[in-house]
Each structure stands twice: as C-alpha cells, then as structure tokens.
C-alpha cells in the first residue's frame, strides 16, 4: 500500500494512515517514542520494594503511617482483635441476624461434631469441646463475617488417619495425648506462617487439586460411614475404597444389622428430601439446616422407646457431660512424639489453612470485603493452640455450615459465640440424652454433609478449561479413594508443582502477522487474517526469559527461523533480513536470559539477519542497558512497537505487501 | 483532544488521526478487529502438542519424516553416531586442524589428569586411563566438534569428597571400586536424562548459580594444592577453607618443604607468565598450552640430576605402566554400595552435563551450528558407562582444554582421538618417566588451570544486571568455600528454585497511561510522559494467571483501584468508571485464575465498576470462552488494544484529556 494523500484521513480508510503515520514518528519524532529507560532505582529500594510486594502485598501496615504513638497502640490492637473494630457499630439488628445464623449452625454442628470426632478416633466429647472454644478466640480475633468455626469431616479424617499410623487408638489417652499435641503444632504452624507473612504458601495447592482432593475425602469418609450405617461391627482400619468394600461385603450375610440400616435409610431419605427442599427454594433452606437436629432428637427417641439398641442397634452409649478439661499437661513439648505431633500437626494445620482461607475469601468476595489472609492465620493458629490446651482438636472452617451460617444472614462472627454458647448448654445439660442416639443416624447426617464436598460441576468445568488441571484433579481424587487421605495430598502438591516448573520451562512463543489496513501485530494462529510481512520474521516470547527457560527460548526461535527459511526457499521468496523478537510478555529477564540473548544475536549475524527488539518492559530495558546489550545491537534496533520496528526496518516490503 | 479536521493527517501531528481512526474500526468495522477466537484444538492435538514442545521441542525427528525405511535406518545410524555423517566430509585440511589442536590438549591433558586424578583420591594412571577410552567413544557418538573429553577438576573433587564420605582412601581397593559404581551409574544417569528427553532438567541449575559454584570449586581445589605447593605431609581430609587454612598454618614451622616452594613458585610463576603472553597475543597462545609440558619435563629433569627427593621434595613415585585394564568385575550392580554408588554417581553426572553442556553450547553459538543436548546426553552417558568398565571415572568436557581445542583450530571431534592416541602411547611407554616429576608442578599446573574457572566478571556483570541471580551466585560460592561442594551445590539448586517460585508467586503489575498523540498505552512508571484517561484505569499484569498467584493479582489489583480511588477522592476528580486489564503479557490462565476473575468481577460490580478486558492471547482466550466468562462479562468488554477499550468506553474523556 502505498503513502494516502491526505485527504483519504478520516475516512474508513484512515487506518491506513496509521502506517506513514508511525512511519513519521520512527524517522522524525523518534526521540517521543524512544522506549522508555526509567532511572535505575536505588539496590536498597529496589530490595525493600521487592519484599514489600513479596511479603506485606497488602500493604498491611498503611494505616499506621504518620499517625501519633497512642493511636498506633489501639490501631495495633484493633488488628490484632478485629472485634474492636467491628463492635463499634454493632447493633440489635445485625444481633437478629447473628442469633438466628448461631442458632441454625448450632443445631447443626451438634450431631456433626460427635461424628467428627469419630473419623478422629476419638470420644463425642472432644468433638463438641471444640465447637466450644475455638469459635469463641475466633470471634474475637478473626476478619471473616461468615465463617462458621468448629471441627471439620475432611480434617478429622486426616488427623485420625495420621494419628493411628503411630499409635493405636485403643491406646486411648496415649492417642489422645497425641491428638492434642498435634492440634497445638498446627496452631504454631498455622500462627507462624501467618506471622512469617508466609501465607502465600497455601496457593500452591491449586484450586484442582482441592477440588479433587475434597471430593476424595468426602468419597472416603461416606464410606467409613457405612460402618455405622450398616450396624457393623468388625471394620477395616484402612480407609481405601478396596479395603472398606472387602470389608462390608465379608460381613454382608453375618454383619449387617438390618434395623440399623431401616432406620439409617429412613432418616438419610428425609435428610436428602429436606436438603433437596432448601435448594429448590431458598426460603425454605432452614428446613435442611435442622433437619439432622430433627433426626437426632425423633431417632434418639424411637430407640429409646423401642429399646432398638436391644436388637444389635448401635448407639453411642454415654458421651462425658461438662465443659473442657484442661489439658495442657497431656501435650507433648518435648521427645519423639513432640516431633511426631509437629508432623501431624503441620499437615493437619495446612489443610486447614487451606479448607479455612478458602472459604474466608469466597464469602468476603461475595459480600464484597477483604480478609487479610495472615491475619486469618494467625487467628486461626492462636484459636487452635488455646484449643490444644483445652482438650479442642484441630478446628477451622467448615464448608457447609459456613454456608448455612451466611444464608441464615449471619452478620458477624457473633454467630459463632452464639452457636458455641449453645454448645456450651448441651454439654453442661442434655449430653446424657445422646445416650441412645443411633449411631447409623450419625452415619447419615455425615454422608448428608460429605456429598456438599464432591464439587462434580467443578470437576466438570475444570475439564472444559484446562486439561492439567483435571489431571491434578483427578489425580488427587483418586489417589485418596484408592489409597489414603496423604498420598492424595502428596499427589496433589507434585502435579501442582510439576505444573509451575512446566510453565517455566517451556513457555510459549507465536509469529506475529499484521492485520490488514492497521499497524497491529498480532498471533497468525489466533488470526488467520493477520498477513506477513515479505523480509521480516516477528515472534513474541510468551513468559519472562530465566535460566529455567533461557535456552529453550532462544533455540525455539531459532528454529522458527529454520523452518521459516526453508519455506521461503521452496517458493523462492525473498530471504529474511530482520527478526523482530516482541517483548511486551517478557516481564523480566535474568543474566542467563541476556546470553541467551547474545548468543541469538551472535547466531543472527552469521546469517545476515538483523535482531530488532519491541516494547521491552521496564525491568527488560533496565537489564539490556546494565548488560550494555543495548549498545551491541544498537539502540535504534529497539523499538515502542512492533509496527514501528517494522515500518523502520522494511518499509519497501511493507508497501508491497 | 479534538477530532482532528481531515487535512492535518500525512503531516506530522498524524498520530492524532490514530484516536479517530480506531475509534472508527471500534464502531463500524468492530468485526474485523474482534479478538480471535480459535478453532477449539482437539483435546488429543492439543494433548500430543504440549508433549511435543516439553520433550521435543528440537523436533528431533524431523528428517525422517516421509523417508523410505532403508533410509530411516540409515539416518537413525547417523543420528547415533554423528561421525558417519561428518566423517563423509572429512579431509586433510580438516585432519590439519585436528592433528594440530589433539597434540596441543594431549600436552595440556597428561600432566592435568595425573593432578586431577589426586583431586578424586585415585592413583595417577586413573586420570590418564579416563582421557584415553572416553574421548573416543565420544569423538564417534558426540556431537560437539569442540569440546575436549577427559577428567575435569570440580567433577574430580566433587567425586572425592563423596566418596570419602563413604569409604577411606586408604582402602584402596573397596574405595575404587566405588569410583567405577559411581561411574557406571553417573553414565547411566546421564544416557536415561538425555533418553528420556528431560535434558531440560539441568537447565534449573542457574548460569549465575554455576558461576559460584565453580569459582568457589576453583578456590577450594587451589586451596587443596597447597598439601603439594609447601610440601606438606599431613594435611585435613576436610575441604572448607577453615580447616585448611588451619592445617596449612599448623604446618608453617616443621611443615613446609622450602626447596619444593621454591621449584613450585618458580614454574607457578611461569606459567602464568605464558598465560599472560597467550592473552596479550592470541597468536601465541600455544605458549601457554604446551608451557605445562615443559614444566613438568624441566622439573622432572632437574629432581633426577638433583635427587631433590632426597630433600623431601615430595615426587609422583610411581605410575602404573600399560593401557586401562578392564574393571567390569569391580562394580557393584547391586546391594547398598550400588545404591551409594548410585546416589553419588548421579550427582556427579548431573555437574558433569552441565559442564559439558554448557562448554557444548557456548562453542556451538561461536561457529553458529546447532548441538542436540538430549543426544549429547547419551553420548556422554554412554562414553562413561564405557569408561567405568575400561578403569576410569566420571570424565567430561574440560573447560581449559576445550577453549584450547578451539583455539588451536580443531575442526572437529578427531582431536579427540589425536589426543587419546597419544595418552595412549604415554601409558604404554613414558609412564616411567614421570617418576622424579615432583607434586609441586602438577599443584602449580592445577592451581593455573583452575584460576580460569574463577570468572569474577562475570559475576560482576551478574551483579549488575540481576541482584537475585547475585545472591544465587554468591550463596554457592560461599557455600563451596567455606563448607562443601555438596552443601554449595545445595545452596546453589535451592536458590534458583526459590527464584523460580517467587516469579510464578508475584507477579508484576503496572498503571498503564497513554503516550501523548497516539493511542499506545505503556507503563507510567516506564513512560512518565504516559497520561492517565479520567474516569479509567488501566491495569497490565505480567504473567500468566495460575492457582499460584490468581489470588495475589486480584487482590493487588483491587489495591491499585482502590489506592487510585483514595487520590481522586482527595483531588475530588471523576470517580473511575472503567477498569482496563491488559491481557498482553497473560499467556496463560487456569481454572484458579478465571475464579479470580470472576471474584474481580464481581468485586467491580459492587463498586459500579466495569471491566473491561484487552487483547487475551490465544490460550486465554480459548478458556475465558470454555468458562462462559465471556458471556459474564460480555463480548463487546473484550477489546483488540487498549486504545481501542479506552476509545469505545470514554470517548468523552479522551476528547477532554
């Protein structure tokens, strides 16, 4: 295309105008377009802006800034304690909305906690002693409105499993011992990386890889369950899907206790029915929130009536009455199991790190406020050691009652002080009552509670999107179904890994053609109208250039080159004279990434072929001019676009093409 | 700005004519400039294209593409062993070359083998035995026309120090027979990587890194040379400078051996007066490449006629006389010293390819031919498989050597052979000779030969470009220097991968604002010329988007809005209405990531905010549209550039800005 006359601006085809007109800009303006050199930031502020971006990216402590001492001192406390903050404005109204959500999630986590407690291997009690105090340090201390704190199906059951690996629950106050002092390390943990500002640490578990390891999890636990709910007696330990099978159908003629599962049926139906209800119209969802309650108290009383438990009904017998025991003096702080319980706890702690900021942020976007990830941990970490002392076992975040808690219209954490009061009222007064409460009943509200976590839409989506990270996915599920609950997480964490190491290894590159009628350069493959032009090769690189991924890079458009050539030669076009590497995705680059780029250049020249580069960003140019690369290929061979390189380099071609 | 009137376009205020134009392609002609969604790639394609790019993106089957099968052997015999492909090739003037650059490193070798093979606690013979079988096999299976083979001196030391971990050197026999497992597995770690494709795997181990790892391997090796420079008889075992400092000072009265440092100083000195000569004048570098020869036969010469020996000047003793004997029977295939053998062997092998590499690729950019590092991998695993059973251990590339090689004009891999010919010969005849020749020169020659390896220019320049990589280089130098070549190593993997993790945690994000009288929007920080648009903000962020940093990237974005919507409120500007994300440089996004985007978006909502989004790459694109996100937001919020996103949101305020 040839140069417009002027007049032709303006009109539709005033795109052409673009190219002369950059072409002006390349020759005679070029000092307005030079790509930009900021000054070079001093070494101590670049390393303070880095840690900065690293550790406090949340700029933690803006609102401290140039205020006087005192009111640092209450600012300090308000964000230690956020209740301070909040319980300022705190009314009546919110309170409605506060009772009415603790009440509902109370009702709920009663039933679930004494089965909890059972994936734990451990008595009812300790389950309701920690819906008792964690919420309580939580609500004081924690940034999230919604969050409903207690013990949780997932983490009881990674717990339990750790633990028995070491020692046999039968042991019981051996066991227990354990328990707590594993409980009090995942505090530390949870605390310290919270404290570290080490919370990023969590993302790497990916969104995939949870997806599948909670749908494994809760695979997993329904099938523990069905000990209780087919009145079992003799049941595998091992938590693999092969095993737990063997195991039901060994007992299947001489085990299964069929008034056990009559009344487990019956009642899991009418659980299954009410949650159906509460989806089908939200209104009504408070009827599937006290439905398990309504299913305790209504089977409790029919075995108690029928004397059930006389024909081989399992009940739960007696559940201790009164409020947390102390037990400091039963942690381990010191000795082999000390160790033991730190790497327990640090994998329990993690996991519920992740089950807790998980919802954390959900339900802070959905009601559109942030929650400072570690300040979240440290909360969660402090609730858990004073836990660990008080006969808690590892609490945080559960998925479902949070949901009950924010669609009951919870406005602050005071529903969790209102639902462990409650907790409270029960184990002081009515745990006597549970004594003939089936446990096929437990069993049902537990497999009621678990299919919340098998997210199959998810997994589904994660399909659709993204093929590597269904294999995370997948991989997690399965490796907790088919073999337990840590080599799950283990797969999880490797996929994961293995996935950020492909990403920065092999990143991606593209040839750049023009779209017609403008001076913009884009992808061919995305846009197959985008032409080529005759004499210049343009190829983006993907991804910063780092040691990791320096030489693929560099060998990578090389051998675009190549195979560009050789086309070329085959319908005898015209040879390449100018390869245009656009940077705009090239974030950073590293002293291995300059050689590589030497070398490029180095190949280049041998055969008389140009290297031009395009929109380095600032870190890029920063690099390029301390390595002095800038003056070997020479300043004027960097350009703002590629359109501007191109016009400069081969504005001939250009207007044949 | 106003609409220019038609006539100002062509002159040099054309730019202006951008605004217009483009806002016009966003109006009327919005279908040519949508961004291109590709044709979804079959799963399988997409699937077998990733594999391709991870394992082979060097294409390496490419010949054999549609070739009859005679020929498919044929090329695959080639592809083996690359000498019956250049071999076809060769004539005299080449055979000039290689004659000349084989007697030059075989002159270089001898006197460095009989040192290095002290470095790795083995006899003197070991050394020569390890430059004679490997360099053939690799002169026929490598592909390198450059590199020269034999024992190097961090692989030697590194080699010691391990395997004296396991067994005493005193036990000669047991201790050797662990060198040759560790050999034997070393290649077969090597040929399995470059088998397996997973070449890319040293390429984690940082260039920066490298720099420090080899400069402190370079001063700890000096430092070992100390024992034969003063003449020292009892010296430590250990490698860190502390100790040796230590025994060396221990030493200093009744110790030290004034007739040894005096022959040693005299030919320390000159040599590297020859090395000085071959730097000023790169015509007589053969000075200093044969000045190591004439040493050591000078100083051999005069301890006979002196019988300094008797003077406690320390001498080799004795060199086995005879060619490698066969060690096949000494390896331990299996049982715990195959495993410590292994653990060892692969260490050794993974330092020994990166050498190896390295030196491969930096002469193959000099003369610009391509070196496949999977292939050469086998080749080198090969070549010391062959050598653990022929009584030599771990050889590579030397870096002194090759540089000679090259320099003295070897033009391809039969200056390998020359030199092992000759290394041949020497075993079979001259080893005798070598009995007066006194510890000192051979301490003398390696201290020479490893100050090379000390490239404090390098790491200045690493300084300067790049203080991460800095930290990387200095923790293994440090870490060699003053603990061990494992720990330096250590230090030196955990760095990069730290690094690694870092640039995939946090990535940067930048303020866009529009260069004056185009419609190029840059980095504020870059272009302080760059204006903002009121009532839009624009936001790039530079990277991929994955379940690592998904949560950091909507966070910090959100943090920039609201920092951004602070300042207005104070200068009491137009609110924002528009946030612009830059999709540029995102070349990738997961299902983590498109949550993020969605929590974002709904965030906006809140706020009354829209967002819009410009130019998603291929990839990206691709899942916005598998997620539906695009029909969330909305097709006509997606846009080809920023300009054109700004121009169809705020035409007003462009007008006034």
Redesign the interface.
């Known amino acids: 295309m040839g140069?417009?006359?002027?007049?032709?601006?303006?009109?539709?085809e005033?795109?052409i105008?673009?190219l002369?007109?950059?072409h002006?800009?390349a020759d005679?303006?070029h000092s307005?377009?030079k790509v930009?050199v900021?000054p070079r930031r001093k070494?101590a502020k670049?390393?303070t802006e880095?840690v900065k971006?690293?550790f406090f990216?949340?700029?933690p402590l803006r609102p401290f800034k140039d205020q006087p001492r005192s009111k640092k001192i209450v600012l300090g406390l308000r964000a230690l304690f956020p209740i301070l903050d909040w319980g300022r404005y705190y009314n009546f109204n919110k309170f409605k909305g506060d009772i009415m959500a603790g009440l509902t999630i109370a009702s709920l986590c009663i039933p679930q906690d004494i089965g909890y407690s059972k994936l734990a291997n451990l008595d009812p009690q300790y389950g309701l002693y920690s819906s008792f105090v964690p919420p309580l340090i939580y609500a004081i201390m924690g940034s999230s409105r919604d969050i409903a704190i207690g013990p949780v199906a997932v983490v009881s059951l990674l717990l339990g499993t750790l633990l028995q690996n070491e020692i046999d629950p039968k042991n019981k106050f051996e066991y227990r011992r354990l328990a707590f002092t594993a409980t009090f390390f995942a505090g530390v943990t949870q605390a310290v990386l919270g404290f570290l500002r080490l919370g990023?640490l969590i993302?790497?578990?990916?969104?995939?890889?949870i997806v599948g390891f909670m749908g494994g999890a809760a695979i997993t636990i329904a099938l523990q369950q069905l000990k209780g709910f087919l009145g079992i007696k003799t049941f595998t330990k091992k938590t693999d899907i092969i095993n737990v099978m063997e195991s039901v159908f060994k007992n299947v003629h001489h085990g299964w206790n069929w008034q056990t599962i009559l009344i487990g049926s019956v009642f899991l139906a009418f659980l299954l029915f009410t949650k159906y209800i509460g989806k089908k119209k939200r209104s009504l969802f408070w009827v599937s929130a006290i439905a398990p309650l309504i299913s305790v108290v209504l089977s409790t009383f029919f075995v108690y009536i029928t004397r059930a438990d006389k024909h081989g009904v399992q009940i739960v017998k007696k559940i201790k009455k009164g409020i947390n025991p102390t037990s400091v003096n039963e942690i381990h702080f010191s000795g082999s199991y000390a160790l033991k319980g730190f790497r327990i706890g640090s994998v329990a702690g993690m996991i519920a790190l992740t089950e807790a900021v998980a919802i954390g942020?959900t339900f802070a976007?959905?009601k559109?406020y942030?929650i400072d990830?570690n300040k979240e941990m440290v909360a969660l970490g402090v609730m858990n050691i004073v836990g660990s002392m008080t006969s808690c076992y590892v609490a945080t975040g559960s998925f479902s009652r949070s949901a009950v808690n924010y669609m009951a219209g919870c406005n602050t954490s005071v529903s969790n002080i209102v639902m462990s009061l409650v907790v409270l009222l029960t184990l002081l007064v009515i745990t006597p009552l549970f004594k003939y409460t089936p446990n096929a009943i437990l069993a049902a509200i537990i497999i009621n509670a678990v299919m919340g976590l098998i997210d199959y839409n998810?997994a589904i989506?994660?399909w659709?999107?993204?093929?590597?990270?269904f294999i995370a996915c997948m991989g997690a599920f399965l490796g907790v179904v088919f073999y337990s609950v840590e080599i799950g997480l283990l797969i999880a964490v490797s996929i994961?890994f293995a996935?950020?190491?492909?990403?920065?290894?092999?990143?991606?590159t593209?040839i750049l053609g023009n779209?017609?009628?403008?001076n913009?350069y884009?992808?061919i493959?995305?846009?197959?109208?985008a032409t080529r032009v005759p004499g210049v090769m343009v190829v983006r690189v993907?991804?910063?250039i780092?040691?990791?991924?320096?030489?693929?890079v560099k060998?990578?458009i090389?051998?675009w080159l190549t195979d560009e050539e050789e086309q070329l030669k085959q319908k005898d076009l015209p040879r390449i004279q100018f390869l245009i590497v656009e940077l705009?995705?090239?974030?950073?680059i590293?002293?291995?990434g300059?050689?590589a780029l030497e070398?490029l250049f180095?190949?280049l020249q041998?055969?008389e072929i140009q290297l031009v580069l395009s929109?380095p960003?600032?870190?890029v140019?920063d690099?390029l001019v301390?390595?002095k690369f800038t003056e070997i290929i020479g300043q004027d061979k960097i350009f703002?676009?590629v359109g501007e390189a191109v016009m400069t380099c081969a504005p001939k071609a250009l207007e044949e093409a």
Chains 1, 2 share one sequence.
């Open positions: 140069y417009p006359v002027s007049d032709e601006a303006g009109t539709k005033t795109d105008v673009n002369p007109s950059i002006i800009q005679e303006q307005v377009y930009g900021p070494l670049e390393f880095t971006e690293t990216s949340d700029d990023f993302d790497f578990l990916s969104h995939a890889a942020r976007s959905m559109d942030q990830g998810a989506l994660i659709k999107i993204d093929k590597f990270d994961s996935k950020i190491l492909l990403q920065v290894t092999r990143p991606r593209a779209l017609p009628r403008t913009i884009r992808n493959e995305q846009y197959p109208e993907d991804s910063a780092y040691f990791s991924n320096s030489n693929y060998e990578r090389l051998r705009s995705p090239v974030t950073d590293d002293t291995s300059i050689h070398e180095n190949s041998k055969r929109n960003g600032r870190a140019m690099k301390a390595s703002l676009t």
